[in-house]
C-alpha cells in the first residue's frame, strides 16, 4: 500500500531535552516520543550541545541541508566521532550513547530514523545525483519502505519531484513528503537527492 504523507500532516513537538523542537513525520501505530516501534522526524540543529536520551533506541541521522555537523559518540567507555559536511551522509549510533554535535558553519537540518533496538534490520541508500531506478523492489506485510526527498535548503537551488510507479500507479511525489510502502511492489523510481530507507524484521 502507497501512502504519501503530506508536510500539512507532520506534527512539532519539543525534543526530549527541551533544547529544539522536532518535525515528526511519522511513528508507529500507537507510538509515542517515550515509546515506539520507529518514529521519522526533522531536527534543525542551530547551536552546538548534547542530544537527548534515547536508550533503547537505534538512530541514523542524515544531514539533509546546512555545512554540516560533527557528531561524537561516547558508549561503555568508546568514543567514536563522525563527521557530516556532504549532503545525505549519515551517522549509526546507539540512542544511549552520550552524544554532542558540534556545528561545522551555521545551523543545520537533519532527518532522524528511530527503531527499536534489535527490532528491525535497517537497509539505507541514498542518492544525491539523478537517478533512474528499475530495479524492481518487493516489499512485504512485515517490511515497511520509506523515501523521503529533502525541499529544505540553505541554497537557491530548485530540484524536480520525485516520479515513482508501484502496482497502484504511477505517483508524482512532491519534495518535502514522506512516502510509506508496505506490500507493495516498487517497479521504478527517478529523480535526485532522496533516501530510500527499508525496515525488516529482525
Not at 186 to 201: D, R
Amino acid at each position: 500500500m502507497l501512502n504519501i504523507i503530506d508536510k500539512t500532516q507532520f506534527v512539532q513537538t519539543p525534543w526530549k531535552n527541551g533544547k529544539g523542537v522536532t518535525t515528526e513525520l511519522a511513528i508507529s501505530d500507537g507510538g509515542t516520543l517515550d515509546n515506539f516501534d520507529w518514529r521519522i522526524s526533522i531536527a534543525t540543529v542551530s547551536e552546538n550541545g548534547a542530544f537527548s536520551d534515547f536508550t533503547g533506541v537505534e538512530r541514523n541521522l542524515f544531514l539533509i541541508a546546512g555545512n554540516g555537523i560533527e557528531l561524537h559518540h561516547e558508549l561503555n567507555g568508546i568514543g567514536k566521532t563522525d563527521r557530516l559536511v556532504n549532503l545525505l551522509e549519515h551517522s549509526s549510533f546507539y540512542g544511549s550513547s552520550k552524544t554532542t554535535g558540534t556545528l561545522v558553519n551555521g545551523e543545520i537540518f537533519d532527518l532522524n530514523l528511530m527503531t527499536k533496538e534489535g527490532l528491525y534490520h535497517v537497509e539505507i541508500h541514498a542518492f544525491v545525483e539523478p537517478q533512474l531506478l528499475h530495479s524492481p523492489l518487493n516489499i512485504r506485510h512485515d517490511e515497511l519502505l520509506f523515501i523521503y526527498a529533502p525541499d529544505i535548503t540553505l541554497s537557491q537551488q530548485q530540484l524536480a519531484n520525485l516520479s515513482l510507479s508501484t502496482e497502484q500507479g504511477e505517483s508524482e511525489v512532491a519534495r518535502g513528503a514522506l512516502v510509506k510502502l508496505t506490500d507493495d511492489k516498487l517497479s521504478n523510481i527517478s529523480g535526485e537527492l532522496f533516501i530510500l530507507i527499508k525496515l525488516s524484521l529482525a
